[in-house]
């Protein structure tokens, strides 16, 4: 998820014209900006990218998730099943909106499992966030069928998969709105940011406000004489953070182009292994090719060659062990460690997170490694890593 790798002068030049007017404010000062509305330029993109009618750029991908929620009626007491595989990110917007989630099982896509949402559905749930982890797609039209069936709302959480799609269909576009983070290490940066996207001109106005303590953007040229219709927060971006994102979102085609490349190379060299299979993927042509996630028979072999392949210089994540991708190490979530007391404890509904068992979930990710695809590999580091690879499975 490598944009901050080719930072160049596209980047810089974005950021000049920022500087040179002195407004990093993305509302307003007409007069100073010498033309110049980084933000608003880049939901511009993000729209005609993604093919939705609206977009928000906020501060991170957690306030986008934070404000999406908000912005679709999602708020105390509501249920909101989430996948125990994905960036604590998602459960701690759902939590932020005073909202309970619900972890339901996932299946090979890494992603959560359609056939598993039924088992956890109460007379509570109000939303089902899929969260298109590592670059691809959840089945997420069986996803949204459910949705439809049960009356829910999908919102789908794509910060990991900008550039992706499902039959040609950008994730992030099912379901009432979609979000994307374009914080430091992800595909597209602006080195902190987060975008909101929806087919929905009421979701989009309440993104609007809500992320800026509920401006209405109704008074002209005076902030001041806006109307407040919501109460919201600051969850803003700066012009200088979206200039960045804007040169990045201009070389999301030629990023995308280049890990296909180069993941295709390391998947093609490791099929002929033994006993490797890989993650299932319900489109592969949508693939963003972020990552390569494969599995091992059992878990001893695949913590085995994990620890063979950052042995042999090809570090990859054993997801089971990480303390921020898997609920497993949730111990701060399984304790309810808040700074404070959380507002969702005082639900009566609150699930037993500490004795939280998801089997199939873990039959998976005990047996999934993750490879991240980079894009200033050179055809030689590519050669390298493959005989990586290969020594790796032999130990
Ligand atoms: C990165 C990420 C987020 C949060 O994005 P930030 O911009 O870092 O706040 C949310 N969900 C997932 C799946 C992520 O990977």
Known sequence: MPGFEIFGDEERKEVTDVLDTGVLFR?????????????????????????????????????????????????????VIVPPFTFVATFEAVISAGAIPVFAEIDETLCLNPDRLEAVLTPRTKAVVPVHMCGAMARIDEIKDFCDKKGLILLEDACQSIGASFQGKALGTFGLAGCFSFDAVKTVTCGEGG?????????????????????DHLGGHDRGADDHPIIGTNYRISELNAAVGLAQ?????????TQRKNKKAIKDAMTELPDVSFRYLPDPFGDSATFLSFFLPTETRAR?????????????????????????????????????????ELADNLPDYKNMRLEESDAIIKRTISMQIMLSWSKEDIDQRIQAIIKSFKE
Not at 32 to 56: C, Q, V, W, Y
Request: hydrophobic share 35%; charged share 20%; aromatic share 12%.
């Open 249 to 257: 979102l201009k070389k999301l085609d030629h990023i995308l182009e």
């Open 27 to 79: 509302y307003g000062f007409e007069g100073a900006r010498n033309g110049h509305f980084k933000a608003l330029e880049f939901e511009k993109k993000l729209g005609d990218i993604t093919g939705a009618a609206f977009s928000h750029l906020c501060s991170s991908g957690t306030s986008a998730l934070c404000t999406a929620l908000a912005a679709c009626g999602i708020g105390a007491g509501d249920e």
């Open 304 to 344: 085995q060659v994990a620890a063979n392949l950052a042995e042999n210089g090809a570090p990859s994540p054993y997801w089971y062990d990480n303390n921020w991708h898997y609920y497993k190490k949730w111990h701060h979530l399984k304790q309810l460690k808040g700074s404070a007391r959380l507002a969702f």
């Open 195 to 215: 975008g909101i996207i929806t087919d929905s001109p009421r979701v989009y106005e309440l993104c609007d406000q809500f992320a800026d303590h509920g401006h």
